[in-house]
Structures are given as structure tokens and as C-alpha cells.
């Protein structure tokens, strides 16, 4: 039997929205979709969350996740990486409960509509390839092939080097982007090679509507607008 574990990093401070991770979206605090999310993995996942705030931490076992320490302020600004948030909550649960699971999954809150089927396929790819990470994307909004850039005298540039013309929107190539809703990766990647990701990254491809990743106000009117529909379609 594996060991999973659903780290959910939400610190306490944001300098777009004020207490983003635990502001109400369609009366539910931002962190629950994920909780719940994890919650309903078919893997049987350990959930918790890693913040700085005692706040946050009230919401996130409300809605029935783990929260058994609290993040060191040095690791809560807003330039701290994700590598050491990671590998806090990996040291602190083998030292203080000699837990040390096989696989971590990195859940940011603020992917609300990303769904426990998700989790679920991203655990699987992983398992069945023996990858030393999967991590998930979406098609890009906007093709890297038609994008531009400026010369210092103004002139029109590609962006994208080579022999690139392509009249058609159907003619570009596939080109992918990190969502930031998912990331599946070995235990030994994040402690002993240091590493978020490994050598061997596999992409769960998840659809666009599926990947929003709240930022500012506007992010939130689209996911609301987006859980709306979701809602009259069957369920969240």
C-alpha cells in the first residue's frame, strides 16, 4: 500500500486579494474546493494544510483537513519559493510522527475547479509510468506562433525563432502551459535530489475551463461564473 500525501500550501497574506484562500466563492471558502477535492481521491490521500495563519488553519480543519503545524513566517513572504514549503511539511511530519509517504501531491487552493478525478488521474499516470513527476497544464490561450516582439527600433519580430507561418488557427501546433492545479511527485525528488519536479515529468493535459488560477478579482468573477455552470450541468 502507498502512502499519499495532499499538501495544500495557503498562506495567510496576499498582496492581490487580502485573505484570498479563505474569501467566500459561492459561499464557500476558497481552500474548501481543494480539501474537497482531495477528500473524495479514490487513493485515499492524507490531506494537509501548510500556512502561517491561525485563521486559515480554523477554515481548513472546518472542512475536515489536517492542519498539524503551523509554517514558519520565513517560509510565508511572498517571494518564498515552493521547494522549501514542501520539504518543511515533508521533515516536520517524518520527525514529529514518523510519516513519510511515497508520494507527495501539491495542491494550490487557488485551482477551485480542479476536480478529484484529476487528483485521481494524475496519481495514476504517475503510478503506471513510474515518471518522477506529473504535473498539469492546458492548452495556452494565446499560440506562442502568431506572438510578436519589439526590437529596439520598434520593428516587429517572432517570438518564436525559424521558419514558423501559419495562416490557420487549426494549422498551429498543440502548445501547453502550467496550470498549477496538480503536482504529483516522489517523495525522494523533493528530499533527496531537492527538487519539485524530476528528469521524468509527465503532463496531465486538463481542460481550460477546468484551470483557473485565481490571482485577482476578475479570476474570481470567471470561476464563479464557471461553478455556476458546472452547477446547472450536475455538480461541481
Known amino acids: 500500500m502507498r502512502f499519499i500525501l495532499a499538501l495544500i500550501p495557503a498562506r495567510g497574506g496576499s498582496k492581490g486579494i487580502p485573505y484570498k ?16 477535492a482531495a477528500l473524495q481521491s479514490q487513493y485515499q490521500l492524507r490531506v494537509v494544510v501548510s500556512t502561517d495563519d491561525e485563521e486559515i488553519a ?14 514558519p513566517a520565513e517560509l510565508a513572504r511572498d517571494k518564498a519559493p515552493t521547494l522549501p514549503v514542501v ?3 515533508l521533515g516536520w511530519l517524518e520527525q514529529h510522527e514518523g510519516y513519510k509517504p511515497d508520494l507527495v501531491v501539491l495542491l494550490q487552493p487557488t485551482s477551485p475547479l480542479r476536480r478529484a478525478e484529476h487528483i485521481d488521474q494524475g496519481i495514476k499516470l504517475l503510478l503506471q509510468t513510474d515518471a518522477d513527476s506529473v504535473v498539469s497544464v492546458c492548452e495556452v490561450e494565446h499560440s506562442p506562433y502568431w506572438m510578436r516582439v519589439l526590437d529596439n527600433e520598434g520593428r516587429v519580430k517572432p ?13 498551429l501546433p498543440p ?9 504529483v511527485t516522489k517523495r525522494r525528488i523533493v528530499m533527496e535530489e531537492r527538487c519539485l519536479l524530476g528528469d521524468d515529468v509527465r503532463a496531465l493535459v486538463m481542460a481550460r475551463e477546468d484551470s483557473i488560477d485565481i490571482d485577482d478579482e476578475v479570476d474570481f468573477l470567471l470561476a464563479e461564473l464557471l461553478l455556476k455552470r458546472r452547477l446547472r450541468k450536475g455538480g461541481l
Request: net charge negative; glycine share 6%.
Open 87 to 89: 520539504q518543511h511539511a
Open 58 to 71: 480554523e477554515v481548513a480543519r472546518t472542512a475536515d483537513a489536517e492542519v498539524p503545524f503551523l509554517r
Open 175 to 183: 502548445v501547453y502551459r502550467l496550470n498549477g492545479a496538480l503536482y
Open 159 to 171: 517570438f518564436v525563432e525559424g521558419d514558423h507561418e501559419f495562416s490557420r488557427r487549426q494549422d
Open 21 to 36: 484562500n479563505a474569501r467566500l466563492l459561492m459561499g464557500k471558502p476558497l481552500i474548501a474546493y481543494t480539501i474537497e
